[in-house]
């Protein structure tokens, strides 16, 4: 189990979380949209949250400002979580927008106010679990969504707060962070995404 625990923060790394509630949602909602217009969101939240992430990661390790994927340096947080931001703002700004995609819409502003609390905390020195950020928001998403569609699907939800908890486990395993990190990360993952959750449910 130790070996396997690891896998986890790298299958549930951040930088996919955007694509699985992407795919989750146009899965609940296969009806309400085009296959075709499926994949053009597919592929915007391919480009903006996974490939210019991956780009903007090799172009600074190159030049020494962050030394590993999982940037366990809280000091080498603060470029990553800034772009972070800008490309969050771009996606709700251009792509998923609230007239087409209202709960994706409240998903992506979650997850950006979650980018700027982790940013926050990185300003004061503070480390937060951007891994379980990630995950516990994407959770409180499911969740929202089961309950806004009326799918009495329990399986979802459980699933995700099962996943949460392994990945909490997974990065303690691999000591990158403290039961207090974790506690922090849950909190600045969960907190964004229950207060937007009564603007869509």
Not at 13 to 39: G, R
Not at 103 to 129: D, M, P, Q, R, Y
Not at 177 to 197: C, D, N, R, Y
Request: proline fraction near 4%; charged fraction near 10%.
């Amino acid at each position: 189990m130790k070996k396997i625990l690891p896998l986890f923060s790298y299958i549930l790394h951040p930088i996919f979380i955007s694509m699985y509630a992407t795919l989750f949602y146009l899965f609940c909602k296969e009806d309400a949209f085009t296959n075709q217009e499926k994949y053009f969101v597919l592929f915007q939240i391919l480009i903006i949250t996974v490939l210019v992430p991956i780009l903007f990661y090799l172009l600074l390790k190159s030049t020494g400002h962050v030394t590993s994927v999982m940037v366990h340096e809280t000091s080498q947080r603060k470029i990553p979580l800034i772009l972070q931001c800008f490309l969050y703002i771009l996606l709700v700004k251009r792509s998923i927008i609230i007239t087409r995609y209202p709960e994706l819409h409240f998903f992506f502003l979650g997850a950006l106010f979650s980018t700027i609390l982790a940013l926050v905390c990185s300003l004061f020195n503070i480390k937060a679990s951007l891994h379980v950020a990630a995950i516990s928001g994407v959770a409180i998403f499911v969740i929202g969504l089961n309950m806004h569609l009326q799918m009495q699907n329990p399986y979802w939800s459980a699933l995700l707060i099962l996943l949460t908890g392994v990945v909490a486990s997974s990065r303690l395993e691999m000591q990158a962070h403290t039961p207090k990190e974790i506690l922090i990360g849950l909190l600045v993952g969960v907190a964004p995404q229950i207060l937007f959750l009564f603007l869509w449910l």
